[in-house]
C-alpha cells in the first residue's frame, strides 16, 4: 500500500508558476506516477505521467507549460506548472501505479489550485 500526500496548490495570477509536489509514503522505484486534475464539473483528466523509467507524457493542453520529474532518493513527484491560465483551476491529484497495471491504484486526497487575477 502506498500513500500519496500533495502539497503546493494555492492561489496564483494567469501567468504565474506553482510546483506541485507528492510525496509518496514508500519507495516509488518500480512505480508509474501521474498527475491528473478535476475541475467543477468536469471529469478528472490526465495532466502529465512519468514512468518508472523515466518517460514521460504529458495532455495537450499543458504541453510546453507543465513538467514532471521525481525524485527516487525522497520519493517524491513533482509538477512544475508555469504560464498558468484560468482554465487550469481545478484540484490536482497524485497518483501511483505498478507499472503493468493498466490503471491507478493509488491516489492523493488532492490539492486545490486556482488561478485568478
Known amino acids: 500500500q502506498v500513500q500519496l500526500v500533495e502539497s503546493g496548490g494555492g492561489l496564483v495570477q494567469p501567468g504565474g508558476s506553482l510546483r506541485l509536489s507528492c510525496a509518496a509514503s514508500?519507495?516509488?522505484?518500480?512505480?508509474?506516477m501521474g498527475w491528473y486534475r478535476q475541475a467543477p464539473g468536469k471529469q478528472r483528466e490526465l495532466v502529465a505521467v512519468i514512468s518508472s523509467g523515466l518517460s514521460t507524457n504529458y495532455a495537450d493542453s499543458v504541453k510546453g507549460r507543465f513538467t514532471i520529474s521525481r525524485n527516487g532518493a525522497t520519493n517524491t513527484v513533482y509538477l512544475q506548472m508555469d504560464s498558468l491560465k484560468p482554465e487550469d483551476t481545478a484540484v490536482y491529484y497524485c497518483?501511483?501505479?505498478?507499472?503493468?497495471?493498466?490503471?491507478?491504484?493509488?491516489w492523493g486526497q488532492g490539492t486545490q489550485v486556482t488561478v485568478s487575477s
Open positions: 497518483a501511483a501505479k505498478v507499472s503493468s497495471s493498466t490503471g491507478y491504484n493509488f
Open positions: 514508500g519507495t516509488i522505484f518500480r512505480l508509474d
